[in-house]
């Protein structure tokens, strides 16, 4: 069932724009989109291991630069275009519970949220809603989203061949797994 769209991605990581296509991803995940970045980063490093730190830095640069929008969306556009986007996806309940985190937490609510998968958009609307200190929210996106993506980009430039094997084998298990990640993301936002 996947193996189409897995054989595709690979194809589309090997073309010469991938790492830009890949890094709209990463930006629009940051501030509206809903698919992580990380789906088109593995199969890109799994196919440019060489270019693996590129790649992760492309990846981490973009991603903040979108959570800046969205920071902006947050700060200056939450009763229009940010409440729509967090309402869009769900996610009304969780916006009023960082926003008391905020208050207690502040930068380590960036740093945790930014490492797992529940959508790093509602991070950086909510951070801009909360007017959490800007210099700070760069910082601490930075330090998440490249802890996340450089610890992706070192286990596959390193073990790239296994587990690119590992996909090959169990191509429907991965998938399933990923979809469940990423359902589990919005999942736990809902929750919260």
């Not at 959508?119 to 800007?134: D, E, M, R, Y």
Request: hydrophobic residues 55%.
């Amino acid at each position: 069932m996947f193996r189409g769209l897995y054989d595709w991605t690979l194809r589309m990581a090997r073309h010469r724009h991938a790492i830009r296509y890949m890094g709209a991803v990463s930006f629009a995940e940051s501030s509206f989109f809903p698919i992580p970045p990380d789906v088109m980063l593995v199969p890109m490093i799994i196919a440019r291991r060489d270019q693996a730190w590129l790649i992760a830095t492309v990846c981490t640069l973009t991603s903040v630069a979108g959570g800046i929008l969205g920071y902006a969306i947050g700060y200056f556009l939450y009763d229009s275009v940010g409440e729509w986007l967090i309402n869009l996806y769900g996610m009304q309940k969780s916006a009023g519970s960082f926003h008391e985190w905020y208050a207690k937490w502040g930068a380590a609510v960036i740093l945790l949220k930014g490492l797992t998968p529940i959508p790093f958009k509602l991070v950086t609307i909510v951070s801009g809603l909360a007017k959490f200190n800007f210099p700070v929210f760069v910082l601490t996106a930075t330090i998440a989203r490249g802890v996340r993506f450089f610890i992706i980009a070192a286990l596959l430039r390193h073990y790239g061949e296994p587990i690119q094997e590992f996909i090959e084998k169990r191509l429907t298990l991965v998938a399933f797994a990923f979809l469940g990640l990423l359902v589990a993301g919005f999942a736990a936002v809902a929750l919260v």
